[in-house]
């Protein structure tokens, strides 16, 4: 029983540690994001009838909004709708309502989507709550009511109030704020505890983040029951970035009749990065050849990849007193911490930035044109982990300019190596051993972009 216990707690701790990752890789994302994903595919679309006509737009003047709100949202610098909003943006402001379940991967504009039709819908001269929206997570929130001010700043009447654990109103309050966010354990409290809330007056609900919601222990629950407190004729709209089976599978349970449309995912391929490898004794011979390559390609930018954070930390005291600038991303910072070290490297005040492995899942940095794997990239089970690999290292298709990649290699990890080459071989070029005479062909052709 002891073993048992103690084995859960441990799964436990495990699993906590990775939703906080989900939702703190999620705001970092958005903080870090200042424009929209362009996506080329294609949106596919289920419609809960199939026999309706499908509108899309491809201007913000075709769905004839309140004027106040068009200004708002040319005042973000929105000049046309995104991908994602020429479809969902008319079936959300459809007359009758309709409800909604949308993938598309974040910052593809989904936010910006359910608050134009949350604010669509608002009726500003009525002082009750009448749109309400699920976040995972008080930041995520906060995010969301910020877009909200924003593109609602003309929209005079128009307020957003957030139920999140802090903000405490007294009992018997009425809340007068048209539009509500927030957490689904404080919604919750809201709703029954402290009944500041009238549920069956919420015309538009919203679930955001749902992929990061259900992996929230009780946020599942929690989101079920307030949604059956909701009214028959209230609009429903759930976002995810992502669409495991899992997710779908709550959307439809949460989302009755639901229109759905995806988008998907840009396609990583690993074809135009010429990838090499350094076979290495020591750290202080990875170094060596760290200082070999860098002394002689100095276009673009890097990213180097360390295991733990002491290892990030010791190379870049290395870099430093060496003359680099370099910047390090690592665990011990805070969300905001990381985002504002990744807008300097975005903005190229550092030329190479050190990380480990857990913060930079999230980055995207188009203008890095050299990767190096201090250690190649495993799984707890120290077996290749081809997936961090890819994102590392790969480019979407259509950005396709050319990379390069260097693998710094223990002897004993070679087998690594070849299972990841093995592993994309059919998508990928060789993993070549590096030599020095190759040098300038590569410089040439990273010249050349
Ligand atoms: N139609 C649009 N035109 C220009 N920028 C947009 C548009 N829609 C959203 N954005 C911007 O793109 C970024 C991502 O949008 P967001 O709605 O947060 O995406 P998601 O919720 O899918 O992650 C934000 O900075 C947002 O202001
Ligand atoms: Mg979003």
């Not at 436990?12 to 929209?36: M, V």
């Not at 020429?86 to 309709?98: G, I, K, R, S, W």
């Not at 654990?165 to 018997?172: C, D, L, T, Y």
Request: charged residues 25%; positive net charge.
């Amino acid at each position: 029983g002891g073993i048992t216990k103690l084995v859960q707690s441990i799964q436990l701790i495990i699993r906590i540690y990775w939703l906080l990752d989900l939702a703190e890789n999620s705001l970092l994302n958005k903080l870090i994001r200042k424009s929209l994903v362009e996506s080329n595919h294609q949106v596919e679309v289920l419609q809960r009838d199939p026999s309706s006509p499908l509108f899309s737009v491809k201007t913000f003047e075709e769905l004839h909004l309140k004027k106040e709100l068009l200004q708002g949202i040319y005042e973000m610098g929105f000049n046309r709708p995104s991908k994602i909003q020429e479809t969902a943006l008319p079936m959300m402001l459809a007359d009758p309502p309709q409800n909604l379940i949308a993938q598309s991967q974040s910052g593809t504009g989904k936010t910006a989507a359910f608050v134009l039709a949350m604010l669509s819908r608002v009726n500003g001269a009525e002082k009750f709550p009448q749109c309400l929206c699920l976040a995972p997570t008080y930041e995520l929130a906060v995010q969301t009511g910020q877009v909200v001010e924003k593109m609602g700043k003309r929209c005079v009447n128009t307020r957003v109030t957030y139920a999140v654990r802090g903000n405490r109103i007294p009992r018997g309050t009425k809340i007068e704020e048209q539009i509500i966010i927030g957490t689904p354990g404080t919604v919750l409290d809201w709703c029954f505890k402290l009944r500041l809330l009238d549920a069956k007056k919420i015309s538009v609900f919203v679930l955001d983040e749902a992929d990061v919601m259900i992996d929230t222990q009780g946020f599942l629950d929690q989101s079920v029951r307030i949604q059956r407190t909701l009214p028959q004729d209230c609009q429903m709209l759930l976002f995810s970035a992502t669409f495991e089976d899992a997710v779908l599978r709550f959307a439809e349970q949460i989302i009755p009749d639901p229109n759905i449309i995806k988008l998907r995912r840009e396609e990583m391929t690993l074809t135009n990065i010429r990838q090499y490898y350094f076979l290495c004794e020591n750290i202080q011979d990875k170094y060596k050849a760290l200082c070999n390559i860098y002394g002689s390609i100095t276009v673009g930018q890097a990213i180097i990849f360390c295991q733990t954070r002491r290892n990030a930390k010791w190379l870049s005291q290395e870099l430093t007193r060496d003359g680099h600038k370099v910047s390090v991303l690592s665990g011990e910072l805070t969300v905001e911490q990381r985002a504002a070290v990744i807008q300097r490297f975005r903005d190229g005040k550092e030329k190479v930035l050190v990380t480990t492995n857990v913060c930079a899942r999230g980055i995207d940095v188009k203008q890095v044109t050299i990767v190096v794997n201090f250690k190649l990239p495993t799984n707890q089970l120290r077996c290749p982990d081809f997936e961090t690999y890819l994102h590392r290292i790969g480019r979407t298709g259509r950005f396709g300019k050319k990379g390069l990649a260097f693998n710094m290699v223990e002897r004993h990890n070679l087998p690594l190596l070849r299972s990841i080459e093995e592993h994309f071989s059919e998508y990928s070029i060789p993993i070549k051993p590096f030599d020095l005479s190759d040098l300038p062909s590569v410089a040439e052709e990273l010249r050349q972009g």
